[in-house]
């Protein structure tokens, strides 16, 4: 017998929800792969290459995805029909850093998706707490927030690059956005994709919309690590030119989205907390859609047909 925990009650309901831990793994793993897959993203790894990054590739990506799997279905076993608390969430920490390991492992040593082990992490943790009817993203978002906001006490001293960039620039980074319940997400991400469809855009077009909404309001860590905040600036301004263009599925949306690419790619920077957050809404999305997998990219070599 499995419990859901909403984000307003600190009761345990019971249900028969079966407690589908390889399924929220299997679409975590396909959601990063989605992700790494959609092109052309500006500065990131995709298709076409590394992009910005001198050791990362689309076969390196995918090979992370894949080595972090089984991480992700701990994470989600130990979270079934419970709720947050100090202990699951030291838990999941724990998990989290042998994630960390099985991934420097598997891409000799190149940090391909740590944000994005917390991320998903936390919303996979969040899905397992909910039953089959509560499981929406708006539900899963508040539980994953409620998770974050225990301290991981046995966590290492260590000086993060999210750590450097908070201090120097004020951003939150990927806790603030989990303790914020993942707006970006929910209020941004989700919305633009099915915006997106729902205007006729094919899913490669409707990604790329995602990402680029997203880009352009989100204080981007990676961004602001490498390049400061005139490289954030840039990026942000840039993105949401292919947005108020109509989105990439239009002549003036591509060209800008070419624009933005080449200045990242010249400045040697890429959003990838933003490409973390692409996939947590294509884990949300696939589990409000109740699907068994996250469609493939199946947009490129072909144009960005559909345009408007």
């Excluded at 390049?227 to 301004?237: C, D, M, Q, R």
């Excluded at 989205?257 to 040697?268: A, E």
Aim: aromatic content about 4%; charged content about 20%; some cysteine.
């Amino acid at each position: 017998m499995m419990a859901h925990y909403s984000s307003n009650s600190a009761l345990r309901i019971p249900s028969y929800d079966p407690a589908p831990a390889p399924w929220l793994a299997s679409l975590a793993r396909q959601a990063l792969i989605a992700e790494a897959e959609l092109t052309p993203k500006p500065g990131l790894v995709d298709r076409r290459g590394n992009g910005a990054h001198s050791d990362l590739s689309l076969n390196v990506m995918r090979r992370s995805a894949a080595a972090i799997e089984p991480c992700f279905r701990e994470m989600a076993s130990i979270s079934a029909g419970i709720r947050p608390t100090q202990e699951i969430r030291e838990q999941l920490a724990a998990i989290g850093r042998n994630a960390e390991r099985a991934m420097l492992k598997a891409t000799g040593g190149s940090n391909s998706h740590k944000g994005a082990i917390w991320v998903l992490g936390l919303l996979l943790s969040a899905a397992a707490m909910q039953d089959d009817e509560n499981r929406t993203a708006s539900e899963i978002a508040a539980t994953a927030r409620a998770t974050a906001s225990f301290e991981d006490r046995a966590a290492p001293r260590l000086v993060s690059h999210g750590d450097i960039v908070s201090k120097r620039y004020g951003a939150s980074g990927a806790r603030g956005e989990a303790l914020q319940g993942f707006p970006h997400v929910v209020d941004i991400g989700l919305p633009a994709l099915r915006l997106s469809r729902t205007s006729g855009a094919t899913e490669q077009v409707a990604r790329l919309d995602c990402l680029l909404s997203i880009i352009a309001r989100l204080d981007d860590t990676c961004l602001l690590y490498r390049g400061g905040t005139g490289v954030l600036i840039t990026a942000k301004k840039n993105a949401l030119a292919v947005e108020k263009a109509g989105g990439v599925g239009t002549q003036i949306g591509r060209q800008r989205l070419t624009l933005l690419d080449r200045q990242l790619l010249n400045m040697r920077v890429s959003p990838g907390g933003s490409a973390d957050l692409l996939a947590a809404t294509l884990f949300l999305d696939a589990i409000e859609r109740k699907q068994t997998e996250v469609e493939a990219d199946k947009g490129w070599p072909e144009d960005l047909h559909g345009a408007n």
